[in-house]
């Protein structure tokens, strides 16, 4: 009996000191910026007078995308997004696919529950139809190579306001510009 209960005192202080010798896990490194800067270029699409250029810097947490756009419609409101590929040569710009969506989220409004990474607030223009973009969009990364890796990737603005909650595109219309978001030059 004694024997029984020494062996499996034993038994249980070697598993404790396997626990507490066993190293913690380390987490993942969160994915880090590997460029302070990009640019991207906004054209026009399907047959808009869409164009202006944007800085994309990196922030904590992810970019600020800041600049001016012009031709819009006067005291309107645009959506804009991060679409997945950086591809703006289709006349729609059809060719940039949909909405920057690494995470499989449903399309929603940035900050205020699920939805794609891509997901910005509407842009409101002037009566001269200029926007002055000034978004921080969190949670993704510039240049870091990892699956929330904006650069390569394209800007697109759209005809109408995004509603935040139509799938899978928030039923803001026609692609009226587009650039990818490039290394500043
Ligand atoms: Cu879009
Ligand atoms: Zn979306």
Do not use: W
Request: glycine share 14%.
């Amino acid at each position: 009996m004694t024997a029984i209960r020494i062996l499996s005192l034993t038994v249980l202080c070697c598993a404790l000191a396997a626990c507490a010798s066993a190293p913690p896990p380390k987490p993942a490194p969160a994915p880090q910026h590997r460029l302070q800067r990009a640019t991207a270029n906004i054209g026009p699409a399907s047959a808009s007078l869409v164009s202006g250029s944007l800085a994309i810097t990196a922030i904590d947490g992810g970019v600020r995308i800041e600049g001016d756009l012009g031709g819009l419609s006067p005291n309107g409101a645009n959506a804009i997004h991060v679409h997945e590929r950086g591809d703006c040569s289709a006349a729609d710009a059809s060719s940039a696919g949909g909405h920057f969506n690494p995470g499989g989220m449903p399309h929603g409004q940035a900050g205020a529950g699920p939805h794609h990474l891509g997901d910005m607030n509407n842009l409101r223009a002037n009566a001269e139809g200029v926007a002055h973009v000034d978004i921080r969009l969190l949670g993704v990364t510039l240049g870091s190579g990892a699956a929330n890796d904006v650069l390569g990737r394209a800007i697109v603005v759209h005809a109408n306001a995004d509603d935040y909650h139509s799938q899978p595109a928030g039923n803001a219309g026609a692609r009226v510009g587009c650039g990818v978001i490039d290394v500043a030059r």
